[in-house]
């Protein structure tokens, strides 16, 4: 097996206007965070397409697969005073 050359991967998050969501916008490959946050703008945000860039290592995420579907997220669907549908949005606000 070949030795892998490859630097770190790094998730990339861009928030488009002040005050927004951070949404994720892919990955880059960087030797630390630094240089992680220079690719991600470089490969992200040539276009001013950003307010803000986070960058954290792939490695220390985790997710659900679909096999986990069912104990992750069935046990919400009686709960549905969890979901907002049962207010009125106020006039003006925003992010809600």
């Known amino acids: 097996m070949a030795n892998d050359t490859q630097l770190a991967l790094w998730e990339v998050f861009i928030q488009s206007k002040s005050g927004g969501h951070h ?24 276009r001013n397409e950003g307010s803000s ?30 979901h907002p549908t049962f207010y009125t949005m106020p006039e003006g606000a925003k992010q809600i």
């Open 23 to 46: 949404v994720h916008a892919g990955s880059v490959h960087a030797s630390d965070y630094k240089m992680a946050l220079q690719n991600a703008r470089d490969v992200y945000t040539r």
């Open 53 to 82: 860039i986070w960058v954290a290592p792939s490695s220390c995420f985790s997710a659900s697969g679909p096999e986990e579907a069912e104990m992750f997220f069935d046990p919400a669907e009686d709960k549905l005073y969890r």
